[in-house]
């Protein structure tokens, strides 16, 4: 098993990876999203406070592999699959998930669901605190095993999406706080994570006040009102073909 030390100074750590990096884009879905009664207890999370969250990988051959994080020690989340292993030691704000492709075939996808962890993903406010007791939060970047940004195991173009918005109690969704990120790696030069791979990367989290305070957001009832229309439409047009 692999683990990762925490943050120290960039290029101190042997092995370290080249200063190249892949062009990244950051997108957010907003289509669904989840309410937390009580909002954040810590905004200092670290690879320990993500077990249960769920992760699947895919890759190019088709085939994917499900697992969950669980905790090692008291900083350190680890998914130790048979195709794949996601590592992250420290607080997440600072240090790297590293993610390796032990599988015989490029990793195209990863996804992370934070919901059975009772934690968020928390993103970049303009260097300002969003969502009250959130702190500053870090959208995605790439990295090295050091922590440094100037280092990526990968070229080409990779896509990290975030989804299902949070917000807290009765007020509006800031649009800091998302429950998974998808990360797409198709577009880089091997077409994903090759075989024997790995990738490193920071995405800063926060955990909740509240284990299970996580509820998706009902559809307002417009939404729902349409969908009825529209599926009642299409029953009477197959009644009259």
Request: charged share 10%.
């Amino acid at each position: 098993m692999r683990f990762l030390p925490t943050l120290v100074a960039a290029g101190s750590l042997m092995g370290a990876l080249p200063a190249a990096a892949a062009t990244l884009t950051v997108a957010t879905d907003n289509s669904g999203g989840f309410v937390s009664q009580d909002g954040i207890a810590a905004y200092n999370s670290s690879g320990a406070t993500l077990a249960g969250a769920t992760v699947t990988a895919t890759f190019a051959d088709g085939t994917s592999e499900s697992g969950t994080i669980a905790a090692f020690g008291r900083n350190t989340g680890a998914l130790y699959g048979s195709g794949f292993e996601l590592v992250q030691t420290g607080t997440t704000y600072s240090n790297a998930f590293a993610l390796f492709n032990d599988y015989t075939s490029a990793l195209v996808t990863l996804s992370i669901d934070l919901v059975p962890a009772s934690a968020v993903f928390d993103l970049d406010f303009g260097g300002a605190t969003g969502t009250d007791g959130s702190n500053l939060g870090r959208t995605l970047i790439q990295s090295d095993s050091s922590g440094s940004e100037d280092g990526s195991g990968l070229t080409g173009d990779v896509v990290a999406t975030y989804a299902g918005r949070v917000s807290v109690g009765s007020a509006a969704a800031v649009g800091d706080l998302y429950t998974s990120l998808v990360l797409d790696l198709s577009g880089t030069l091997d077409g994903g994570l090759a075989s024997g791979g790995e990738w490193y990367f920071i995405a800063d989290t926060d955990t909740l006040k509240t284990a299970g305070d996580l509820a998706p957001v009902p559809l307002p009832a417009g939404v729902l009102t349409l969908g009825a229309a529209l599926a009642g439409l299409g029953l009477l047009r197959r009644r009259k073909g």
